[in-house]
């Protein structure tokens, strides 16, 4: 079974950057279709990029060409750069990865991601 393990997120000033990874184990990146989900306080998960076993991509209206989803399969990781953040921004960033490819650039519900991370804190500070 594959085990996701989020890292980099932290406090940060109002446009500045932070860079998250995604540590995946029990299985090799490539099969999957692999995206992040971010929750704030009060708020649903929401679905913000995903990375598909061809290599597309894809955002979520609120960070497209801010953020930039990647993946590495030497190293077996998912990369999240995320640039000229925002205060709301902040939330809760989860790594999530799944087999079924449909949708998988475009967007879909927390309930369509098969497998989660534990999370990693994002504060932007205005």
């Known amino acids: 079974q594959v085990q996701l393990a989020e890292s980099g997120g932290g406090s940060v000033q109002d446009g500045g950057s932070l860079r998250l990874s995604c540590d995946v184990s029990?299985?090799?990146?490539?099969?999957?279709?692999m995206g992040w989900f971010r929750q704030a306080p009060g708020k649903k998960r929401e679905w913000i990029a995903g990375?598909?076993?061809?290599?597309?991509?894809g955002y979520a209206v609120s960070v497209k060409g801010r953020f930039t989803i990647s993946r590495d399969d030497a190293k077996n990781i998912l990369v999240l750069q995320m640039n000229s953040l925002q205060p709301e921004d902040t939330a809760m960033y989860y790594c999530?990865?799944?087999?079924?490819?449909?949708?998988?650039?475009?967007?879909?519900?927390?309930?369509?991601?098969?497998?989660w991370g534990q999370g990693t804190q994002v504060t932007v500070s205005s």
């Open positions: 999530v990865a799944r087999w079924a490819r449909v949708y998988c650039t475009t967007g879909y519900d927390a309930v369509g991601a098969v497998y």
């Open positions: 029990g299985d090799t990146v490539k099969n999957y279709c």
């Open positions: 990375s598909s076993n061809d290599g597309d991509t």
